[in-house]
Every structure is written in C-alpha cells, then in structure tokens.
C-alpha cells in the first residue's frame, strides 16, 4: 500500500506566500506523474499543477505564474510553492501521485490539507 501525507497548508493573506509538501511512503517501484489538485467549496476537483518523473510541468491556466511545482524523485516528494496567493486559491489541496505497482500503474490520493487566502 502506498500512503500520501501532505503538510504546509493553512492561512495567508492574499499576496502572500504558502509551501504545500507530499511524501509518498510504502511499496513504491517508481512513481510516474505526480501533483496538487484543488477542491473549493461548491465546486469540482481541479488540477492544480503536476510533474513527471523527467520534471516536465503542467499548470493551470489560473496559476501559471504564481505557483511552481517541484519534486525530489529519490525521496519521492512532491512540493507546491505558491506565491501571489488570491483568496480565490482557497480550497483543500490534495496531492496525487501515479505509482507503478507491477504489473499496472495505480492511482493515489492524499487526504487533503486546508488553504485559506484572506483578502
């Protein structure tokens, strides 16, 4: 089993800068892509940004900019740097992670952690 434990979330005031962190622990061969996804009240499960293993990025439209994503393949960590925080970036942020698990590839999902930007 695979478990994803994210940490850095909490309160900042819009402008501000904020640190998202995933560790991703148990059996794990490889893992492919990994990222941050984002979920507001009232709203869908949004990409935020992810990373493959190589480190080609994706980001969505509305963070591009503002947020980097970064990961450490060896300790197999992923982190959100986000930057220019808008109360509109507040939502829980989950961090997600495709890790190859013979003979397929499985999909995982932390538990979440709160961000809140105050205006």
């Known amino acids: 089993q695979v478990q994803l434990v994210e940490s850095g979330g909490g309160l900042v005031q819009a402008g501000g800068s904020l640190r998202l962190s995933c560790a991703a622990s148990g059996v794990i061969r490889s893992i492919n892509t990994m990222g941050w996804y984002r979920q507001a009240p009232g709203k869908q499960r949004e990409l935020v940004a992810t990373?493959?293993?190589?480190?080609?990025?994706n980001y969505a439209d509305s963070v591009k900019g503002r947020f980097t994503i970064s990961r450490d393949n060896a300790k197999n960590t992923v982190v959100l740097q986000m930057n220019s925080a808008k109360p509109e970036d507040t939502a829980v942020y989950y961090c997600?992670?495709?890790?190859?698990?013979?003979?397929?590839?499985?999909?995982?999902w932390g538990q979440g952690t709160q961000v809140t930007v105050s205006s």
């Open positions: 997600n992670a495709r890790v190859v698990v013979l003979p397929e590839i499985r999909t995982y």
């Open positions: 990373i493959t293993s190589g480190g080609s990025t």
